[in-house]
């Protein structure tokens, strides 16, 4: 963190105005790290998986959030200090006096603050009873005319906008949508860094499927070999193939076991080392409101110990369902049936010489409406009551008579159900330094390096000169224009030895350092040194761009 700092990777925000706990500026080499990981997702998902990009409104409507169940479940048990007003978690202050908090209710939270005697970390002073504290950020469109929030997810802006995503995909499930964007959650007193954010960036996925095609995914012949370490909702640790996981139930369906392992893939590309990584199930006690199975993809880490970075969950049909509760709006798509077939049902067949005379010019209105009327909402006496543009009128028994027709149907309408990838950005990038970091002992020297995968570092290279004499610092940034020109981020450095450039590269983790020295000017040609092994190598300056051309990514 010190390294981040100095370096210009993140910087806590506000900082000439004293600082906010939860927000953090990226610097040029953190937006850049930012930046590159965010393209690799997009390699992956986008354009690996076919999910296409939304971006949406980072507000949200109110409805949205009542729909979705944020507006009443969203929500933490806080304590407010008597004395200096500070606010802090209840469950959070537990948990530091090793009080295990998962099963607890509120008032049970409430009798464990009193038993162990709990008191404000900052003064000792008294604290409140437990309040709810809703995690959202409120705020309001216009004048006050409309009661708005700042998305707590990216998701909720997908689900809205199903039936125009349906559309799109030409009315077929699957399918997928993505969205990279910045999510906001007003966290109480958040302490871990770029861990627990007040405003940070998701990338999520939603996959729209059949529930009943859920079970088989067609890509999975593609990953069921690749190993994966589960622990259980019954804190069962192992590590297993997709298919086996599958097989014995532990992961509950294909789809979601397809979407762990391209997760893991997706990690380890970034450079968070394999044996890193583990899946944990939720216990029934922490699932979110709207999921029925969910993987908290954690990564291992010296500061904070095993870190979520990705949730994946199966959150069924609670979203769609829920809003269209909420709206009115027929968010279900249309699944054909293989074989269409032929139905035997009864209608009603309206009289219309009866009609006329009683209903005049809508006669022949509420002639159709009888036909699509259903017949088990005869009353008793015979008579059945219509919806005749908003009002409810009666039409007596000798105006209509049932008859048996046969009918072609072709479908049915569901409401589909969904599994959600849903990465934290900023903890991907912190699981990556920490990661990356290290300071290593060569030849009685020391020195950190910061060893990111090439496509995450934050530059592609840099060029230097030797030294600054003899035409070598004009050289060394006509080179430097070459690279950039082929589209390399390239580091320009001319400040100090040639030992001290390297070591601030490396600190970085500027994969390659290109050297200009007095051969160049006679051969053309400069050393290009492997930022992990040191070793350096002789490269026409003609090949430069051809030896560091990135490999293309592997999505298998
Ligand atoms: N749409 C599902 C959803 O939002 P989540 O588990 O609440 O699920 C997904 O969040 C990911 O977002 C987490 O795995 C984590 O990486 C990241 N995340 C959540 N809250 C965060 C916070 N306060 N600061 C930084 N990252 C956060």
Redesign the pocket.
Known sequence: MELARRRGFIWPSFEIYGGVS?FYDYGPLGASIKNRVETLWRKFFVAGEGYMELSSPTIGVEDVFVASGHLSHFVDPIVTCEKCGDSFRADHLLKERGVDTEDLSYPELQRELEKNKITCPSCKGALSPIKTFNLMFGTSVGAGERRAYLR????QHIFILFSRLYEFYRKKLPFGISQIGR?Y?N?IS?RQG?????E???A?VEVFVDPREKEVHERFSEIEDEKMVLVTGEDKKLKIKAKEAVEKKLVAHQTLAYHMIRTLQFLISVGIPSEKIRFRQHKNTEM?HYACDCW??EVSTKRYGW?????I?D?TDFDLRSHIEESGADLTAFVRLEDAKEVEKTVLDPDMKKLGPVFRENAGEVGKLLGKADPANISADGSILIDLNGEEIRVEKEMFTKKNVRERVEGEKIIPHVI?P???????IYAILESAYSEEERGGESRVVLKLKRDVAPYDLAVFSLVSKGGLDERALEICEMMRKAGFLTFFDTSGTIGRRYARADEIGIPFAVTVDFQTLEDNTVTVRDRDTMEQERVSIDALTQRLKKAEIDHS
Do not use: Y
């Open positions: 939860g707590p997810e990216t998701a999510a959650r966290e958040p770029l861990l627990r954010l007040r940070f960036s998701q999520e979110a908290d993809v870190v979520e970075v990705v949730g969950a959150r959600e849903s990465f934290g950005i900023d903890r991907i």
